[in-house]
């Protein structure tokens, strides 16, 4: 696997690596997150802490594999091995002045006939063995200049490439960041919005509840108050009712023992009277019967005066003789009178 290859994520990487799914390990999602599109698989091992290793390099293989990420480029081809190569001129000696002037060549433009042709005057056909070991070290040397000029260039030009996809990682971070802080800011705000609606629901809900539960209550202590006012209505008429029955009841007694008591009295007075009347004509009759008997025995007792007085005179008549026989008869017929 070159170091230098680019991967980017897929848009299953991306739903993972922003968290909308879960799965990959913590350490794969950091590797996965880490890749951008525009980093090389060097720069990835770094920004996570890892080495470019066999265990690095099979998460990137799993994660190609699973659809994760896709590669963009495969790197500079042998670009591992450039970088010893660049080193050896170094402690070489300079380049001669003629080969600086001409311009840089890249690894693919270098043909080292026509370098050989153009800086090399031409030589005999023949020559001595020193003169072809001379131009066979000139050469080496251009060839090592030209290879040499060649890695510089490739580093230059990977170091331009990093620096780039640096620049342009770090504005797509910075752009992300700020992205994901609008986003976070834009969410919190959202959450609070919800948040208030939520609240805001909830009180009135409770508020509702309250005004429920009191409308309730005051409807239970009116119908409780208007029940016991009943019921004391309901026992004060009983109590009234019961007072007045009884009431009632003892005025009818007191008038029926007053009536009995008159009528016994009356009844009383009336015997009373009846003995008394009674008793008076008893008396009056008992009198009249005296006054009757003592008149009648004075009567009597006249008549028998009277009788025995005449009886008397005409016994005195009978014995007187002569003329007086006329004055005998008047006194006789004056007593007869007098019987009658």
């Given amino acids: 696997m070159n170091p230098t290859a680019i991967y980017s994520k897929s848009g299953k990487g991306v739903q993972e690596a922003s968290g909308k799914t879960s799965l990959l390990q913590r350490t794969d999602r950091a590797v996965l997150a880490a890749i951008d599109g525009r980093a090389t698989l060097?720069?990835?091992?770094q920004r996570v802490g890892k080495s470019f290793d066999a265990a690095f390099q099979g998460i990137i293989n799993q994660l190609d594999k699973d659809g994760f990420i896709r590669q963009v480029t495969t790197g500079a081809p042998g670009a591992a091995a450039a970088k010893p190569a660049a080193a050896a001129p170094a402690a070489k000696a300079p380049p001669k002045p003629a080969a600086k002037a001409a311009p840089e060549p890249s690894l693919g433009?270098?043909?080292?006939?026509?370098?050989?042709?153009?800086?090399?005057?031409?030589?005999?056909?023949?020559?001595a063995p020193g003169a072809a070991l001379e131009q066979t070290t000139v050469l080496a040397k251009a060839r090592e200049e030209a290879e040499a000029k060649a890695a510089a260039e490739r580093e230059k030009l990977k170091k331009e490439a990093e620096a780039k996809a640096r620049a342009e990682m770090e504005a797509q971070a910075r752009a992300e960041a700020e992205g994901k802080l609008k986003?976070?800011?834009?969410?919190?705000?959202?959450?609070?919005?919800?948040?208030?609606?939520?609240?805001?629901?909830?009180?009135?809900?409770?508020?509702?509840?309250?005004?429920?539960?009191?409308?309730?209550?005051?409807?239970r202590a009116k119908i409780e108050a208007e029940?016991?006012?009943?019921?004391?209505?309901?026992?004060?008429?009983?109590e009234q009712a019961e007072r007045k029955a009884k009431e009632e009841a003892e005025r009818a007694r007191k008038e029926a023992e007053d009536l009995r008591q008159r009528l016994e009295a009356e009844r009383m007075a009336r015997e009373a009277a009846e003995r008394r009347a009674k008793q008076e004509a008893e008396a009056k009759a008992k009198?009249?019967?005296?006054?009757?008997r003592e008149e009648e025995e004075a009567a009597r007792r006249e008549a028998e005066g009277a009788a025995a007085a005449a009886a008397a005179a005409m016994a005195n008549v009978e014995a007187a003789p002569g003329p007086g026989d006329g004055v005998s008869k008047k006194a006789k017929k004056k007593d007869n009178f007098a019987d009658s």
Avoid: C, M, W, Y
């Fill in 42 to 45: 060097a720069d990835v091992a």
């Fill in 183 to 219: 986003e976070e800011a834009a969410g919190r705000a959202k959450a609070e919005a919800e948040a208030k609606a939520k609240a805001a629901h909830e009180a009135a809900a409770r508020a509702a509840a309250e005004a429920k539960a009191q409308a309730e209550a005051e409807t």
């Fill in 287 to 292: 009198l009249e019967a005296e006054r009757r």
């Fill in 109 to 127: 433009d270098l043909d080292f006939s026509s370098l050989g042709a153009s800086k090399l005057p031409s030589r005999p056909a023949a020559k």
């Fill in 227 to 238: 029940t016991k006012a009943k019921l004391e209505a309901e026992r004060k008429a009983r």
